[in-house]
């Protein structure tokens, strides 16, 4: 052991092992070894005869510098090096720190110690941003004093029309710690302006949309899937159709952060459903610019366009769930990134059997686009508990459902021609005598969700681009977390 050795330890009065440490503290001080002892909330419980190595620590700038997380903690400096630290009260570890063989006689041999106030929720990302480095690359808007920051950002056009969460360099760390990748990875361009996009961009519209930092693995997922090439986002974003990114998720993950896929799945109410969907909005629309009456050019738009995200239910094991069946092993979490309209609902309380509640959903799903318009869009059709019920007692899988459905939408070429029944729109002509089938192979996707009552499904149009369905289709990605 080094003359030259000196100790500092860090403590906190709410801590019963920081009291247990006291009389240690004060033996170590006896033998000559000079001691800091930096508190963080009350120096008091120290005693009159620790008070001259006793320093206040509030601000816990000493505690964030010396990486502290648990109290108490003692180290042992040369020079000012580090050259031993304990953490909590082991009889064994402070002897050997200290090297003085009787430290703590009287004491237990073990006791845990309690978290430092330097790490609770909210405070290490405060002292980070005011003692450290945040790493943020990300330009500093500063806000007038006085100034609304909400207001500011509706000034700054980076609202989707509804308020949202400033991103403070705080709020902007603590989402960045939901995701192990490096905040300065670049994800790839975002159109229309194919802006390079960052893991720490990302959070910040995270952090805009209201997430919490455990849905950062299903945020970075879903753009990386959109910003495939396959699925087309330029073209999602500028067209005067009505689409949006619709974001299905599936496997472990949809539990853990709490994802809605039952009652109201498509609706409001749920936090993470409503802002993983709005993060990729905001990451189009304040990196890529995509901004409406801009660039983007929809004719109506849809509600989607601020967001539209749910979780499958898997609740059924008999029921290939959506990324399984597109390619994900089993027991994996995954998003599938859909360019979708609206919501049609589909009312058939009637159907018994599976037979006929195929037909009635095949009748819905020919309006699509336009009922007489084939190989036209994708679709979602979003299976409710009560109709799949009349497939599961049935025994009708995933694919069987699938290949009912693609029978019944081979239609007569005759009867959706253009022109027919008085109609303009349509296919051409020159394909009246085929059966013309309503979607590509591969751009029906059946998805379950939805609550216990009700025999009502959902069809989810998708955008006319997926008539070159090789060029612009759905996406499943794995979450990598």
Known sequence: ?????????????????CHLAVPVLAEIRQAGHPLTIFWQDDGGFLGPGLAAAAVDDRALERSFHLAVETVPTLIRLEGSAETGRTVGWSREDWR?????????????????????????????????????????????????????PIEACYDRGWSDGLPVVPPTPERILRMLRGTRR???EVMGRVPPELAPCTVEKVAINAVMAGCRPEYMPVVLTALE??????????????????????????GPI?????MNSGLNALGQGNRANATIGRAVNLVVRNVGGG??????????????????????DEGDEGWAPLAVSRGIAPGRSAVTVFAGDGIQGVTDQKARTPGELTRSLAMGLQAVGHPMLCEWAAAVLVLSPEHYAIYREARWDRSRITSALQDELLLPGEKVAAGAGGVAEGMPPS????????????????????????????????????????????VTREITE
């Open 291 to 312: 901004r409406p009456g801009e660039i983007d050019r929809a004719t109506l738009g849809s509600p989607g366009k601020y967001t539209f995200c749910f979780a499958e």
């Open 182 to 184: 490096d905040p300065h």
């Open 96 to 148: 050997a720190l200290t090297a003085i063989p009787t430290l703590g006689a009287g004491l237990p041999l073990h006791r845990p110690g309690c978290g430092s106030r330097s790490v609770e929720p909210g405070v290490a990302e405060a002292l980070r941003v005011r003692f450290g480095e945040t790493g943020i690359r990300a330009r500093t808007v500063e806000v007038a004093p006085g100034a609304d």
């Open 254 to 258: 949809a539990k853990r952060i709490g």
């Open 225 to 250: 899937a959109a910003l495939d090439p396959g699925f087309t986002l330029h073209g999602v974003t500028c067209s005067t159709c009505f689409s949006s990114p619709v974001i299905i998720v599936n």
């Open 431 to 474: 394909r009246a005598g085929q059966r013309i089938p309503k979607f590509h192979p591969g751009a029906l996707l059946l998805v379950r969700a939805g609550g216990p009552a009700g025999l009502f499904s959902a069809i989810l149009s998708g955008w006319p681009g997926g008539r070159l369905f090789e060029e612009s289709h759905p």
């Open 1 to 17: 052991m080094s003359e030259s050795a000196t100790y500092v330890a860090v403590v906190k009065d709410e801590c019963e092992t």
